[in-house]
């Protein structure tokens, strides 16, 4: 096997085989399950799914209301019970069958003023429901084609200029895309970009550095620590899509918005392809910091001078939305640490023209170059350098050049 | 055919001249000792004949040529900076750092056991090596440093962290190595070692080789007329032609008048009658030559 290889396999299976990295593994969904699941019963709990009942004094209401009959925790829905007149109403209010009831009077069909009668507030879902409850009803006495479609509203499509991109309403993916491939790019290089400092870093503070360079390369001791860091990283986001996947398939039928989402192949492909170069790019970088340092304090210290700028974009979400292809949002997504983030934002919102992708793809390509070799200089130039900071120009002068 | 050659080696970082001219060979089937002060340039000869820094001029040679990838794997180095991947156990660093070397499970599984075992290790093989004490972990790198059975070795200070059992144990293994025909070199500031082990060194001061050749070659040449005598009885008071009688415990040493010869000082005893259990020529210690040379009193010529 290649030294390579065997130094990547090594710094991976240091991690992955702790219990320590599986339990840290499973805390940060298990505490967002958590959180979300604390916050769901609360707001669930506090949720009066007592029906609501209605009197139709003035006939309009013709079409039965469409209860949801499922029961269980994450059904949310308040039903609708008629009632023939507002005494059996109070009554059932009374007994607790009902938690109030809104009534439809004969001057309704003129004045469209609906009561409402209970103790209680009424819950904006149960609001929400009413309201469509009669739309349905009123609609349904008018004669006209496509009436369903009066009540839903129109469908987009969306084409770019050179009709090289089409998105209609159900493709939310392809905005979705973009952005999710941007937000899992800086997981993982937040996950293996630390991992790789410290591993780098950890090779200075153990003194293992002579041993290690009359055994492999520099190039491919950090080759090694790249892909092995490189893989730990994924092994996490891998982790957590799967369980994102499992809990989607088990809640596909209680959220709408999994039912329609029809992922974009092209796009998903487009999005990993331009963030390679850039991952390449930013652990490169991490690993020349960790070459620089004295050991691993300094190093998270300094770690935020490449962090920042890599999440910079986010911040300017709503330039990336209105104005996507501006002189900031094109000039960050050319700039090495912003561009990342900042081309899959402009890819949700505008369609990237094949020449421009591929000048970002080559401008990434060009500074992950750079970057590893920057790191494999510093490397070269810092690593037996066991208690002192390198500055730039240590890292320029004639020894660091040697190999 | 030398194992390693060095010729005329210079090297400064910025204004430091570490090593100003530094040559000489080391063969194989023999101990070299690379000898010097705190600061003298071993470490960077070291370092340099390592591929670690390249020189600023010279020719180094290991193995028959410049260094490669592919020589690393018939080198084993013990730096003077002793470093071992202290958060997982010494099993898995020592099979990890044997991997690196070249050799393939099967061939670590083979030898590590064995290993452990001569440094008597096997118990605490699955320890975190930041368990082990300094002397076990400097064990342990001896065993990253032999375990693939390297043509040429190259330790600096091997005994540093080591008690005597150890000691002797280490020079076991150093000399069961020159046995089998490997190249030594051993950076050392313990002077008795480097008599016990080493068959040639080189002297090393202020980056400049300051003695060079046999060890005992080395010692001969800087005999004096001087001599350590022990007798069954006192000395006797009328020996002509001693400047100078020093008492140094088991030993008299006579430090005669120039041109004084020693078989005249014995002939001298034995004509007084005197019972003479032990008379050699005063060889000068590796110390002595040591300090001598770094103070500059004497110079090789």
Known sequence: MNKALKVALHEYKRHVLRRRFWIALLAFPLGIVLIMGLSTILSVSAIDKNPIGFVDQGKVLTVAPKNDERKGLFVFDVPLVSYPDESAARQAVAEGKAQGYFLLDEAFRTDHQLTYYSDKPLPVDARKKIDGFIRQNLLATVQAENIARLDEGSKMEMISMDGSRTIDDSEVASFVVPLVVAVIFVFIILMSGSYLLQAVVEEKENRTMEVMITSVSPNQLMTGKILGNMGVGLTQMLFWIVLIGAAMMIFKDRFAFLQNLDLSWGMLAKSVLIMLPSFVFVSALMATLGATVTDSQESQQFSGIIIMPIIIPFYFMALFMFNPNGVIAKGLSYFPLTSPVATALRMAFTNLSAGEMALIFGLQTLFAVFSVWLAGKAFKAGMLQYSKRMNLRDLFRKEAQHG | ?301
């Not at chain 2, 970082?13 to 003298?40: C, H, M, W, Y």
């Not at chain 2, 099979?95 to 590590?112: N, S, V, W």
């Not at chain 2, 008795?192 to 010692?219: A, F, H, S, T, W």
């Open chain 2, 1 to 301: 055919m030398p194992s390693i050659t060095v010729e005329h080696l210079k090297k400064t970082f910025g204004a430091t001249k570490a090593v100003q001219d530094v040559s000489f060979e080391v063969r194989p089937g023999e101990i070299f000792g690379l000898l010097g002060p705190n600061g003298s340039g071993k470490t960077t000869t070291i370092r340099m004949i390592l591929d670690i820094y390249k020189p600023d001029s010279g020719e180094i040679a290991i193995l028959d040529g410049p260094m490669t990838e592919e020589k690393k794997n018939r080198i084993g180095y013990l730096p003077e900076e002793r470093g071992l991947y202290q958060d997982i156990p010494v099993e898995t660093c020592l099979e990890y750092l044997a991997e690196l070397k070249g050799l393939d499970k099967a061939a670590i599984a083979e030898r590590l056991p064995g290993l452990l075992e001569e440094f008597d290790l096997t118990v605490h093989r699955k320890k975190k090596v930041k368990e082990l004490s300094k002397g076990m972990q400097q064990k342990a790198q001896l065993i990253a440093t032999l375990i693939h059975e390297p043509d040429v070795i190259i330790i600096d200070e091997p005994f540093a962290a080591l008690d005597p059992v150890n000691t002797q144990l280490v020079k076991d293994i150093l000399m069961a190595q020159r046995a089998k025909n490997k190249t030594v070199v051993m950076s050392t500031h313990q002077m008795n070692q480097v008599e016990q082990l080493c068959d040639r060194m080189v002297l090393i001061n202020k980056g400049e080789v300051m003695l060079y050749g046999g060890v005992n070659e080395i010692r001969n040449r800087y005999v004096t007329n001087e001599v350590l005598v022990n007798l069954d009885g006192e000395l006797p008071q009328n020996l002509n032609g001693i400047r100078e009688i020093r008492d140094e415990g088991t030993v008299t040493r006579l430090i005669p008048e120039e041109g004084v010869e020693s078989q005249d000082i014995l002939a001298q005893l034995m004509a007084n009658g005197s019972k003479i259990n032990s008379f050699e020529k005063a060889v000068p210690s590796l110390d002595e030559i040591f300090i001598r040379v770094v103070k500059g009193e004497v110079h090789d010529e």
